[in-house]
């Protein structure tokens, strides 16, 4: 007998599935899903690999005020986040504080950002075979929950499979991403939607949600437009015959070239997702920020080694990141990460 979770599902989302028999409860795999034994169990992976991500399929990550105020300002999705559809029934804030990233407990509003994914090579099972070293990383070098390795994030009553971007890069967003609220009679509001082509975000939530944008740090809750200043430190690029473009994507159907006008929104041929990357002491690392000496980094496998080596700090769970003398980065280069597109119809 295969027993899924009874919600709306999208044919974009997949529902996690599990075969349930006299010998395998559903609470046999709850259990199953937090101890670390299980790890490499195949019935456990079985069920894992359920949890699809495809074209289009929407993310969530669980984020705190101060975080909501970084992505309006310009922050990119990194990091751990969630199918909307495997979190769909925690709607208080004090449900949704499990899965925060940031280890504190508020639970007076909760929030979060939710966006559609480009891509499943865009996403990882943070502790498995591409992040072997989260799971083995002790209490005081992490924030947040421990990363259990099986795929699922610790809880005593859900069973949530948990993602990671991949190699904890930043993933840019897609068009019509949105900022959530949650109040604590567990209502959902959309606050804000990303405007890709101004590269800001359009304020929705109206004076009966006003309440829910008062604790966010240096935002003003009656402006109604909010531009991003920071500079993206990943953006998508597509091509045009021999042509290339910043690009936007809309999953799961529309890229397109980013452009002021509707009318110049033509379709791309290529996309690809274009960030820095860098060697440092030995590790791989990402580019996030820098100057004529110093530069941000942010490690693609974290684990002991790297870290003892770069002494990398934990800003929130799973992410890791030093400043580093530019002078000292080895192969220091702009990677770009090529999607599979359906073709576009050429232009001349």
């Known amino acids: ?43 456990l ?32 999705p990194y990091g751990f986040c969630y199918r909307a559809c495997d979190i769909e029934h925690l709607r208080r804030p004090e449900e949704l504080a499990l899965l925060r990233t940031d280890g504190a407990m508020d639970t007076e509003v909760g929030y979060a950002l939710r966006w559609r994914a480009v891509d499943p090579v865009d996403y990882e099972i943070p502790g498995g075979a591409a992040q072997p070293g989260l799971a083995a990383l002790p209490a005081h070098q992490r924030i947040g929950a421990l990363v259990l390795g099986t795929g699922f994030t610790p809880s005593s009553d859900d069973l949530i499979p948990e ?12 068009a019509n991403a949105q900022l959530l609220g949650y109040s604590s009679a567990g209502e959902e509001v959309v606050l804000y939607t990303y405007q890709p082509e101004q590269h800001g975000w359009l304020r929705l939530a109206g004076p009966k949600w006003r309440r829910l944008l008062e604790g966010l740090p240096g935002i003003t809750p009656d402006r109604e437009y909010v531009p991003c200043t920071d500079a993206p430190t990943a953006q998508l690029v597509g091509r045009i015959n021999e042509h290339e473009y910043q690009a936007v994507a809309d999953p799961p159907e529309e890229f397109r070239v980013r452009a002021l006008t509707r009318a110049a929104r033509y379709p791309v041929q290529t996309l690809s997702r274009r960030a820095e990357q860098a060697l440092w002491r030995g590790t791989v690392c990402w580019v996030l920020q820098r100057d004529e000496r110093w530069a941000r980094l942010r490690l693609l496998r974290p684990d002991a080694e790297s870290l003892a080596v770069t002494g990398a700090r934990c800003y929130e769970r799973g992410v890791y990141e030093a400043w580093a003398p ?13 999607y599979d597109l359906p073709p576009a119809p050429a232009r001349l």
């Open 1 to 43: 007998m295969t027993v899924t979770r009874e919600v709306d599902l999208e044919p974009l989302e997949p529902p996690l599935m599990a075969p349930l028999h006299r010998d395998l409860g559903w609470a046999d795999v709850q259990r199953m899903s937090q101890s670390a034994s299980h790890r490499e169990d195949p019935a």
């Open 45 to 76: 992976h079985r069920i894992r690999e359920t949890a699809a991500v495809r074209r289009g399929t929407r993310m969530v990550k669980v984020l705190s005020a101060a975080q909501v105020a970084g992505h309006l300002g310009g922050w990119l």
């Open 163 to 174: 993602y990671i971007s991949a190699g904890f890069a930043d993933l840019p967003l897609p």
């Open 326 to 338: 530019l002078g000292e980065l080895q192969d220091h280069h702009i990677m770009d990460l090529a």
